[in-house]
């Protein structure tokens, strides 16, 4: 199969039969054998009866429905566990995202030999105080901390090489660091593709304020996952032992000046305080590394999420 396009979707009902419509023109225009996978995030409205409908009228079209609503990266994980394309291909559901660029991401996989095209939505078509502001701090952050050179990570269009999508987990709010959470895997070649990018012409956003927080709390996140998930204890380990040793080097201080230079009121020096604080402090977080190493190593269950039905696959 040439392209499996993932759309992950939540309260979309009006756009879909338009989006898909589009999405086969293009696809049948160029020749490719495709699949389109439709994950209903938990949606309340009629989307799981459209993508049903879809379906009866074309075979390519899957589906897959979550119980309820667990956000865009648990989509994403279903949607590409699922993909069976050699090139897949998000993309969000509210056509702010042209279907017309899949030939061209398409092209840059296979013949640029990149494993991922993230599209670039150079021209805007958002609020500029809640979207295109926030959105530019939050690339610069990315971009800082990732050693990633993309202007827009979080472009909902995105192409990936088959086994790209195989070999990473996408969960909490990590679909805004997909580039991120694949140069962790070992994909170095990453590529940009300037995209057309649309007003939303149904609905409303599913992203207020709050992604801006989660956003900066994920990418700490996926900083610290990415370098000591697998290992805390050589985090925690290192700086509780140095505050322990740092407290304890400081007691041994005060212990001798008391005992062999006689000097009075230990317990009334600052340093003292510091020192158990150092000390205490170090033991913490000893244990958290301690803890943290227990749960690294039983969690398996972790990206378990309930589907309630499928079709197509
Ligand atoms: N989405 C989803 N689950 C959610 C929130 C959003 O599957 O919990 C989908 C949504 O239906 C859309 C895509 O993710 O297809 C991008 O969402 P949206 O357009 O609201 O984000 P924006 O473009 O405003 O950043
Ligand atoms: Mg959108």
Not at 18 to 44: F, K, P, Q
Not at 168 to 182: D, N, T
Request: a positive charge; glycine letters at 8%.
């Amino acid at each position: 199969m040439d392209v499996t396009i993932v759309i992950p979707l939540f309260n979309e009902d009006e756009s879909l039969p338009e989006l898909t419509a589009w999405i086969e023109r293009v696809v049948n225009e160029n020749n490719l054998s495709y699949e389109i996978i439709m994950i209903d995030d938990g949606s309340t409205d009629n989307s799981w009866n459209v993508i049903e409908q879809l379906r009866a009228v074309n075979s390519n079209i899957k589906g897959i429905k979550f119980q309820r609503n667990y956000g865009k990266s648990a989509a994403l994980n279903e949607g590409f566990k699922a993909a069976q394309g050699q090139v897949i291909i998000t993309m969000d559901a509210d056509m702010q995202d042209s279907p017309d660029e899949i030939p061209e991401l398409r092209k840059m996989i296979l013949e640029g030999n990149f494993d991922i095209v993230s599209g670039w939505k150079k021209k805007r078509f958002d609020n500029t105080l809640t979207k295109n502001i926030p959105s530019k701090l939050f690339n610069a952050a990315a971009r800082k901390m990732s050693g990633i050179k993309l202007n827009d990570f979080n472009c909902g269009l995105k192409a990936y090489k088959y086994k790209v999508v195989k070999s990473i987990e996408v969960y909490g709010e990590m679909h805004r660091y997909v580039p991120v959470l694949a140069k962790w895997a070992g994909f170095r070649k990453i590529g940009e593709k300037v995209v057309e990018h649309r007003a939303r012409k149904f609905g409303v956003t599913k992203f207020g304020w709050d992604r801006f927080i989660n956003g900066f709390l994920d990418l700490m996140t996926i900083f610290f996952v990415g370098k000591f998930g697998k290992r805390p204890m050589h985090f925690f380990g290192l700086w509780g032992t140095i505050f322990f040793l740092f407290g304890f080097a400081i007691f041994i201080y005060l212990s001798v000046s008391k005992f062999f230079f006689e000097v009075t009121g230990m317990t009334q020096r600052p340093l003292f305080f510091f020192a158990l604080l150092a000390m205490i402090m170090g033991t913490q977080l000893f244990l958290s590394g301690f803890i943290g190493e227990l749960i690294a190593r039983n969690s398996s269950e972790r990206n378990h999420y309930l589907i309630e039905q499928k079709i197509g696959l």
